[in-house]
């Protein structure tokens, strides 16, 4: 799945914050829409794989403000660095993340490792269900985005969360795959286009 994002040169295949409408009765802002981080179509009309991910980031700042509640020196990052290269998947899962969280006033939010994991995973399996409902229009969930057209035919969709711990580990875990009776292509936006279908 990766690979692909190394070898492919279709700029038009990556579809990054695929805007989904995922309850038609709401008003924008209030959950009408999500957007996933990242949507993988093939330039190959024969493949019929597209892999869906949920990017995930752990800062190495974040990781010791979980440890310590502090702000880090260099040399005590760079520590920490190294030691979070040595860490096994379960030690990784188990690190406390703190970072602020945008609100009025800014909070402190506290979590873990797998925390985010876990509502990575709920996320992209969201995802996933709405993109295989095909095109969302009128008080049908599904793509809301005029980058992506949605035509007859098979494929099938894989979910996948991604997260960067400390800017030195990158987990990655495949959490779900459906079919769909729709086929996606990139479609290239017009100059002033709205993405939102």
Known sequence: MLAALWYETDKNRC?????????????SGNGRYNFADMLILSSDPTVECIP?????????????RGRRNDDGKTEDLEDLRREIRMMNEDELLCLKVRYRQQGNPWTWHETT???IKNAGIKQVTRYVELIRCGD???????IGDSRVRCGQG???????????????????WKVID???????????PKANQVIVK
């Not at 969302?136 to 599904?142: E, I, T, Y």
């Not at 459906?178 to 290239?188: G, K, L, N, V």
């Open 15 to 27: 579809i990054t914050e695929l805007c989904l409408l995922a309850d038609p009765k709401a008003k």
């Open 136 to 142: 969302g229009k009128g008080l049908h969930a599904g």
């Open 113 to 115: 490792i797998n925390s």
């Open 52 to 64: 869906c991910l949920e990017l995930k980031n752990a800062s190495l700042d974040a990781i010791w």
């Open 178 to 188: 459906a079919d769909s009776a729709y086929m996606f292509t990139a479609i290239e």
């Open 154 to 172: 098979q494929s099938k969709l894989f979910g996948y969360v991604v997260i960067v711990i400390g800017g030195t580990r990158v987990l990655a």
